[in-house]
């Protein structure tokens, strides 16, 4: 029998209904459930099983593309696969609808799904702490009111200093985050590169750059040392880089597992999000 972890969105305001309603289709596939520690807390579940007893098969997040962010990493703690549930508005990443539950419980009872590898950046900083992202990495002014000056490197050759709000590091899975907002190309999730795309940068000869991810990416935050940046992993906050601290950016051996059903390609994932957001 298959064990389900449940991961949910964490500022919902219906988040018991919902769970009910998500836990209670996969139970009634006969699928085992078991909800994440703050889902299991705010339901008033006693149920004492945690994501190591529990033995997880695989992971559900419902939610939108930040949901499935956040799971990603449990996912990859684990080596388990990963099905998102949209309830959000867009989602590039997800893979079904909250219409579509039973079908999806349904498909996942009869293991009639195929496994999607996504491939991952390592962010490893002069300490030596490294952190995974799956979609990007940001290096921004965050609540510094002037622009930054980053120099990025690939391999060991200079592709530029960027004056700039700061610079996105993406994985194809990014390229429709972040990324396409500041510029970015959207990038085919089989093609094994990182993008580069700088935030409002003060030049017109800066554009965004599409590198080989066989050769890691250096950051360098090339001002004063008192000025400071923001560091983000996958939209979260990890840390401050202080002026002339580098950053490295490789592609790591871990990939994410996304469970697809195989209903719709990545471009025509594309075409019906896109359409979506322009509305």
Not at 151 to 167: S, T
Not at 236 to 245: F, K, P
Request: charged share 20%.
């Amino acid at each position: 029998m298959l064990n389900v972890y449940l991961m949910m969105h964490q500022m919902r305001d219906d988040v018991d209904s919902l769970t009910k309603q998500v836990s209670g289709a996969l139970r009634a596939e006969g699928l085992n459930v078991c909800l994440e520690p703050w889902l299991k807390k705010a339901m008033g579940d006693a149920d004492p099983c945690d994501a190591i007893s529990f033995g997880m098969d695989v992971i559900v997040a419902v939610g939108g593309d930040g949901t499935l962010l956040r799971a990603a990493q449990t996912a990859i703690a684990y080596n388990v696969p990963l099905l998102g549930v949209n309830i959000g508005r867009i989602g590039f990443l997800v893979e079904t609808e909250l219409e579509y539950l039973t079908d999806a419980c349904r498909r996942l009872h009869e293991n009639d799904f195929t496994i999607e590898t996504r491939m991952m950046l390592d962010v490893v900083r002069e300490d030596g702490t490294v952190r995974t992202a799956l979609n990007d990495v940001v290096i921004s002014r965050g609540g510094y009111a002037r622009l930054i000056a980053v120099k990025a490197l690939v391999g060991e050759e200079l592709i530029g200093r960027y004056i700039a709000d700061g610079l996105i590091v993406s994985t194809p899975s990014g390229s429709t985050g972040y990324s396409l907002s500041a510029g970015g190309p959207i990038v085919c999730p089989e093609v094994e590169c990182m993008i580069l795309s700088p935030i409002c940068p003060h030049s017109l000869q800066h554009r965004p750059v599409v590198a080989n991810a066989a050769q890691p990416i250096t950051i360098e935050l090339d001002c004063a040392p008192e000025q400071t940046a923001q560091l983000d992993v996958d939209g979260q906050i990890v840390g401050t880089l202080a002026g002339r601290e580098t950053v490295t950016i490789r592609r790591s051996n871990t990939v994410t597992k996304l469970i697809r059903f195989g209903a719709h390609t990545f471009f025509h994932r594309i075409r019906a999000k896109l359409t979506e957001w322009s509305c």
